[in-house]
């Protein structure tokens, strides 16, 4: 890639080892990024950032628990302490679990909104200060269309998502004053291990295949795919780049039409 708009730029992405969070890492190391990888599995995470690094950035790779507190603080320090700033925090840590409502067990919803809300809470507190002493900066936070629609088993998916939509909305507030912003994007189905997990389970309860429960996914795009983690990457660089400073407090859908239709 020839353009290389972060170049002496830090960004720290959460989930990295894998998805979506993986290709914003590369992406940012692409366009000339230092990155910070955190995530809970530490031999993927180090995978993800030894790829940065043979881009010719630095990158770190930091064994984090989103839903820990201090995970995130120390990270966060940590960060600041090898290379002075953080310019970008992409949130895209998170898990998928779905049942049908009667049958949801506390623990389960308990364990997502964790990891998928508070987590991205948590990694914001970690972060919005440090844009706003700087007084620039970029959070996007990974949501989903099911932060915007809802399918029937899926309650506490859908509640996280759209709660990181709300949570989005009250930092871009508190960052506003200070030159910085925070926007969600929202991604549809995405060729991600963890929607390929998703349809080796749910694709039997259906009567399907894995492989045919993602074509029929895929059919239900106006578009007729699924996306690419390197697409929603692409979108989340344009929200930490010059183009977007006007651009705060938004929930981009990235679903192919999904949603829309």
Same mark, same amino acid.
Do not use: H
């Given at each position: 890639?020839?353009?290389?708009?972060?170049?002496?730029?830090?960004?720290?992405?959460?989930?990295?080892?894998?998805?979506?969070?993986?290709?914003?890492?590369? +992406?940012?190391?692409?366009?000339? !990024?230092?990155? @910070?990888? /955190?995530?809970?599995?530490?031999?993927?995470?180090?995978?993800? =950032? $030894?790829?940065?690094?043979?881009?010719?950035?630095?990158?770190?790779?930091?064994?984090?628990?989103?839903?820990? +507190?201090?995970?995130?603080?120390? !990270?966060?320090? @940590?960060? /600041?302490?090898?290379?002075?700033?953080?310019?970008?925090?992409? =949130? $895209?840590?998170?898990?998928?679990?779905?049942?049908?409502?009667a049958e949801v067990p506390l623990p389960q919803w308990q364990r997502l909104i964790d990891i998928n809300l508070t987590g991205v809470f948590l990694s914001n507190?970690?972060?919005?200060?440090?844009?706003?002493?700087?007084?620039?900066?970029?959070?996007?936070?990974?949501?989903?269309?099911?932060?915007?629609?809802?399918?029937?088993?899926?309650?506490?998916?859908?509640a996280s998502k759209s709660g990181v939509i709300g949570l989005t909305r009250s930092v871009a507030m508190e960052l506003a004053p200070f030159g910085a912003t925070?926007?969600?994007?929202?991604?549809?189905?995405?060729?991600?291990?963890?929607?390929?997990?998703?349809?080796?389970?749910?694709?039997?309860?259906?009567?399907?295949?894995?492989?045919?429960?993602?074509?029929?996914?895929?059919?239900?795009?106006?578009?007729?795919?699924?996306?690419?983690?390197?697409?929603?990457?692409?979108?989340?660089?344009?929200?930490?780049?010059?183009?977007?400073?006007?651009?705060?407090?938004?929930?981009?859908?990235?679903?192919g039409g999904m949603v829309m239709s």
């Open positions: 890639m020839d353009i290389k708009r972060f170049t002496y730029q830090v960004a720290m992405i959460t989930g990295a080892a894998s998805g979506i969070g993986r290709a914003c890492a590369l +992406r940012f190391a692409q366009e000339g !990024a230092n990155v @910070a990888c /955190l995530d809970f599995d530490a031999a993927r995470n180090e995978e993800a =950032a $030894a790829e940065c690094r043979a881009l010719g950035v630095d990158a770190l790779a930091f064994k984090c628990d989103v839903s820990k +507190r201090d995970d995130l603080q120390q !990270a966060a320090a @940590a960060v /600041l302490e090898a290379w002075g700033r953080i310019d970008v925090l992409v =949130a $895209a840590a998170g898990i998928y679990s779905g049942s049908p409502l507190q970690a972060v919005a200060p440090v844009l706003m002493q700087q007084r620039a900066g970029s959070i996007i936070n990974i949501s989903s269309m099911a932060g915007k629609t809802s399918w029937p088993a899926s309650a506490e998916y859908s925070c926007n969600a994007v929202c991604p549809g189905n995405t060729l991600t291990d963890m929607v390929r997990n998703v349809a080796a389970i749910v694709g039997p309860q259906d009567g399907l295949t894995a492989a045919e429960w993602l074509q029929a996914r895929a059919n239900e795009c106006p578009m007729k795919r699924m996306a690419e983690p390197w697409e929603i990457a692409g979108v989340v660089a344009f929200l930490a780049s010059p183009d977007s400073r006007y651009l705060t407090g938004q929930a981009i859908e990235v679903d």
